[in-house]
């Protein structure tokens, strides 16, 4: 089944705790992306990578790393998480050429 | 700087109704406009319009896209209570690789 996993789906840490949430996808997609989603906000992109080795920022790339050292692989890295980063994280991805975005489960993250 | 801004922001309708929903866009090298569907969970695709495909249909659901004034609408008729559910406009850039403008959504109940 095609398909884009995140992990973990739900994740409560403490402010400076170092975390990691994975995210994969079984469709040999070039494109990848991370988003946020907060209430009143929508959906806005954190980093995006069009390709292995290649990542950019997004609209809001601040406190955020990420690395695609695999084609289907794109970690979203929080170095020192802080409570400004709780919210709803969406992995994405999609090929190059029809560019439609499938969406992972999310995951729902709490710092306190 | 890149828009997409969504009318209304919300709607409450009665089972069988038909509604639209409204989309604006302002995207530098405009490349496509997709609406998906979002419930409790992961948005789910719907339609993708580009300058080349300004009309899409999958059952009670049909869009337009007016790449002359820069809008797309989304109609769903006969609606249903599983219908109800926030919907999201997106628009990309040839600029930007996979990124995706959101806009704010709108949130749609339809009541039995």
């Known amino acids: 089944e095609a398909q884009v996993t995140q992990n973990p789906r739900y994740l409560i840490t403490v402010t400076g705790k170092k975390l990691t949430v994975t995210c994969s996808q079984n469709m040999n997609h070039e494109y990848m992306s991370w988003y946020r989603q907060d209430p009143g906000l929508g959906l806005r992109q954190i980093y995006y990578s069009m390709n292995v080795e290649v990542t950019d920022k997004g609209d809001v790339p601040e406190g955020y790393k990420v690395s695609r050292k695999e084609k289907r692989n794109f970690p979203l890295i929080l170095e020192s998480p802080s409570p400004n980063q709780t919210s709803l994280y969406f992995c994405?991805?999609?090929?190059?050429?029809?560019?439609?975005?499938?969406f992972g489960p999310g995951t729902r993250l709490t710092v306190t | 700087e890149d828009k997409v801004v969504q009318s209304p922001l919300s709607l409450v309708v009665h089972e069988g109704d038909t509604v639209t929903l409204n989309c604006s866009y302002e995207?530098?090298?405009?490349?496509?406009l997709l609406w998906y569907k979002q419930e409790k969970k992961a948005p789910t695709f719907l339609f993708m319009l580009?300058?080349?495909?300004i009309e899409k249909k999958s059952g009670r659901l049909s869009s337009i896209l007016d790449k002359k004034e820069l809008f797309s609408i989304l109609n769903i008729t006969a609606t249903q209570t599983g219908d109800s559910a926030i919907y999201l406009c997106?628009?990309?850039?040839?600029?930007?690789?996979?990124?995706?403008?959101f806009g704010q959504g709108t949130e749609l109940s339809v009541k039995p």
């Open positions: 995207v530098t090298n405009f490349r496509s």
């Open positions: 994405a991805s999609s090929d190059r050429v029809l560019n439609e975005q499938y």
């Open positions: 997106a628009g990309s850039s040839w600029n930007q690789g996979g990124k995706l403008i």
């Open positions: 580009t300058s080349s495909g």
